[in-house]
């Protein structure tokens, strides 16, 4: 059985609000190492990959796998009705039909239970190969959800260039045309901040704008978040969290699409 | 027709002769089962009136040309066949017990395991000339039959007279100095055939009436609707034999239309009845008695108007039925109403779909919907990229 309490709810909480929008149904593979998600869009383009490490949660019980499938709009209903203070335990059976989800909020001794039902979700796991990407770009969550945000206005697509002189987000489309460069930045006083930039190669793709936002739905999660990039293949955004856990979202390049 | 059983009967046959040789050795073995008697006795009920000098002798039948035993009496000359009886059902084991009725001790009785009876029942010799008469191949049976020339010699024998008296029936006689010359006579037969059918059809066994007649006539039941009221009026204009049975429930037809009952479209009239009785009858005895081909001829040569009645009935009756296996097939697969439920069958499956959608569409969020109007040309599939693990 599975026994997996989080100090905090705040974190299942953005986790799942920030995959419900790409995808609509998945697993959560559940085994003594943590509880693991890989689930692709409907195109088939975009893959998110969640990674709760089990030091994440105090205590953290899984005898044997268990996969947790959940349609993620349920799941975010449910999480709707925890407190991101609230202390979070998710309990499942070896062979479940429900998910349980208490919600313990300590100052008012208040404590709230739901089970949420499961279904069989036929899912394919692709293996992803640990990459040496051509540049690694990492910087304020923040500020890359701004810059998407703000090339939306322009296209639908923008082209990452990686070079010595920094890093630059360019869009072109019927009203004009606009771009915003990085350079590499260090903050002492506030490391989270900085703009890294570790380039082995300069490296320029094209990425569809509307799944870079719908990625960032992620920023609440971590302050920093990781590009990176190599010619001719995807794009890894991660998100970094507590206890070496990540949430990690693939995008494929457009290739061949220059008009 | 006397009930007698075979043995003590006044005729003694070959096969009475096996069933008191067994009631003896039953006897003597009080307590023991007899041993079983390699050729069993079999069971008849002989005529009463049969004389002791009655003989079972093997004949041609003069349907089938195959021999077959007959019970001849020569005495009075009368001819019986003999009709087994033998239970339905063969898996079920049955036989017989036989006791006197006399107060004669439970051991004179005996048991015989197959349960046939045979029946001797009058039958009229005439059939077994009508081969030799009237089918042109045959030479005159008395010589190539032993078993009949020897009934013919027989000391005060009378089966030839009563033969004689029976070829009288279908022959044209002439008399030519002292020798009697007979000559068949195709009509003569056919009278005397259908006469005998006449008089079968006035007693027809319950079983053949319910199957022959009955169910032969029987209209197929239907609700009243304009077209069978129609062809009950028809019937009845055409049938020559208007009966007051028949037009009773059918004057309707005029009067205005009444609740729907479910009644037989029309109903055969009496004498309708009587004709199917009729032709039953003689089927039954051309095919039964006649050779093949002699059957034949005479069922050609009966007048056509006989049963003309009858026939525009069955025509009737047969395009009714027809009508109804149609209206019954239109109901299982083309009818208005089964149309109206695969209709119904379908906005059910729509609805189920349009629910199931909705249901879908509220468990889908924003951001995915959104995802789903992506342009994604130019972008490859992530599986182009990573390989599926095992």
Known sequence: ?259 | MARTRSKGGAASTSADKTTSTTAKSASTSAYTLPAESSNPPKLFVLPKDASSSARIITLENPRYGKPTRYLVCPENGSFYEFTKIAPPNKSTPRSWLLSSTEKASILESQTIQSPELYLATPYDPLFLLLPALFTSSSNLIPNTDRHFSEILTLPNSQVEKALESRLVSVCDCVELSDDKMYRPNDSKLSSVILSKARKMAENLPPSMEEKFIKKALEAPVMGIDSVSSETQSTTNSTSTAPSAISTAPTTPSTSPPSEPTFAPAITASPAIVSLQRLRTSLNFILSSYLPPSLSKALQSSLPSDTFAPLEEYLSQLSKLRAEAAASRSNDINGGKRARDEEDDERLEKKRKMEQEDKVKKANTSRGVKQLAKVDTKGMMKLSAFFKKKA
């Open chain 1, 1 to 259: 059985m599975l026994e997996a309490r989080l100090a905090t709810a705040s974190l299942f909480k953005k986790t799942v609000d920030a995959i419900k929008d790409l995808v609509q149904d998945c697993n959560f593979d559940c085994n003594d190492s943590g509880i693991a998600l890989q689930a692709m869009d409907n195109s088939h383009v975009a893959l998110v990959s969640m990674m709760l490490k089990a030091e994440s949660f105090s205590p953290f019980r899984c005898d044997r796998n268990i996969a947790l499938g959940v349609n993620l709009t349920s799941l975010t209903k449910v999480l709707r009705a925890a407190g991101s203070e609230d202390v979070l335990t998710l309990k499942a059976e070896d062979a479940p039909d429900v998910l349980n989800l208490v919600f313990e909020n300590s100052d008012s001794d208040r404590i709230s239970e739901y089970d949420l039902k499961l279904m069989d979700i036929d899912q394919e796991h692709l293996g992803i190969p640990d990459t040496e990407y051509a540049a690694t770009i990492t910087m304020p969550s923040a500020e890359f959800k701004r810059i998407t945000t703000d090339l939306m206005a322009m296209s639908e697509s923008v082209t990452i260039e990686a070079s010595k002189d920094g890093v630059k987000f360019s869009s072109t489309g019927d009203i004009g045309n606009g771009s915003i460069t990085l350079r590499q930045h260090t903050n002492v006083e506030k490391p989270s901040e900085a703009i890294d930039i570790e380039l082995s190669e300069p490296v320029a793709l094209t990425f569809s704008l509307k799944y870079l936002t719908n990625f960032c739905k992620a920023q609440p999660l971590s302050a920093q978040v990781k590009l990176c990039l190599s010619a001719e293949v995807p794009l890894m955004v991660e998100y970094a969290l507590e206890g070496n856990s990540y949430l990690r979202f693939y995008l494929a390049p457009k290739i061949g699409d220059e008009e």
